[in-house]
């Protein structure tokens, strides 16, 4: 990888951090789901409570009212009393949290449908297990007609055979004609996360096929005013509620979320016993019978009354904020979810991948750039950025980014890249080892060369030394043997004159004898 231009090689490091997190998802995905869940808990706590929709009000049969009116289950004509009161002074719709299964006195139940039947505008739950499976065996009420009288509740439209919302198994239902009276039904099934706190509503279940609403989607559909025909359901993208109307006259579509098993993230607003408005069931019962309808108009007019039990020690279900609340806060979260537009939406797994892979890319950058702890510092102070970053998308954008893929992503880089530049670095040293070995090797060789040069020179100097010393002999019999030979030469001139000149004189004196002679 030495080779491998530096960006090429940042972005594989990146990926394969990346990759091995995904492989860790794909081995260990409940484990993740669970943690990843928790993340979302500590985010919400952190961003703090959020508005409440004004039109929602919370009646209480709470410690105080059981204290008053008695153990529980109450009558059902003090429920009768309570809903005509409640529509006297004006509530728009009364949601009643209360599962009425069985029958009780005939009076108090006929008292309980005819005040359900003339107000018009009440609604009810079903109960229901929950199964991830088709399941068409129900159970529950004692006329047997369960699914012919769910049906009759059920939004139109057929899931496909491949959809993976979730199925209704054994069911608890209200009394046929309580059911009948109702402006609506629907489930109170929670769905629990893996930790058992209830993060998600399904807003629709799977009935024979057919769509069947939960109890807030149903009760805020009937506020806004949204017949069944004008609710569009696609699962793992949204339910549209067409031409929602709102009390101030507007009229506009709502879109809420779901996933591939029809869930929608609720967002809870606060602390329930803080966050919204509550008056004990007692206190307001008691306030009818004194003062009449009127005295409660200016509380309810206009409003979404939800009345459920709020006893310490009935329906009480933890969630992301508190660790027991009571169904009834459930329910008000999700109509506060659907009413105020306030809901969540989560990224998809491609968004998900691409964050996680930045980010690992982002950490393996800012390692090899800065190395050794230098790049831990940043890659934590990277990591901790996009922790911040996800609190704050949830409060100002109500996006729920992923957290646990893409930490673990920058997680595994951060630690990984100090050990692959620290094995780097060792393999530079060893490298600098081999080469400084081979330079030593061979600069020894060249200074035995060099040695073996000196001790060459030194021979070829004593060499020249002689050589030069014989020259200056040679030069010096040279000069000796040239005087000689001048000398000799000297000699022979002379010779050669003292012989001319004894030839001369030999030839005066034969010529002197000559003459001689003749005389």
Known sequence: MNNVKPWIRVTLFGAGSAALSLLFFALFPAL????????????????????????????????????????????????ARMIRGLAEAGATVIAYDVVFAQPSNEMSDQAL??????????????????????????????????LDLLNSFTYPGVFDSGADVLTAGRTMVTMPALMHAAAGIGHIASNRDGDGVIRRVPLVVDVEGHPFPAFGLEVAAGYLGVTPDRIVIDPGRSIVLRDARFPNGTVKNISLPIDERGMMLINYAGLWAETFPHQSFADVLAKLDRQGAKALSGDVKGRLVLISNAASGYDMKPTPLEAAVP????????????????????????????????????????????????GVGLGMGLLGSYLIFTVLALTQWRVVLPVMLPVLGLLLTVGAVPVYCLGRAQHAIRTLDTEKQKLESHLQQVREELTQQALRVDLLQEELAVMRADMNSAAEQSREQAAAIQALEAQVLEAQAARERSHRTAAELESRQIGRAHV
């Open 327 to 374: 169904g009834g806060g459930i329910h008000a979260n999700i109509l506060n979810t659907i009413l105020s537009e306030q809901v969540l939406r989560e990224t998809g797994r491609l968004p998900m991948v691409l964050i996680t892979l930045v980010l690992a890319v982002a950490g393996a950058r800012l390692g090899m750039v800065s190395g050794g702890w230098g």
């Open 113 to 146: 449908i005819e005040a359900t039947q003339t107000v018009g505008s009440v609604y009810y739950p079903v109960a229901f297990d929950l199964l991830e499976q088709e399941h068409v065996e129900m159970a529950g009420s004692s006329d047997g007609g369960v």
């Open 32 to 79: 993740l789901a669970d943690w990843e869940a928790k993340t979302l808990d500590y985010r919400m706590n952190l961003r703090g409570p959020i508005a409440t929709h004004p039109a929602i009000l919370l009646i209480d049969a709470d410690d105080d009212s059981i204290e008053k009116l008695g153990r529980w289950p109450w009558d059902r004509a003090i429920h």
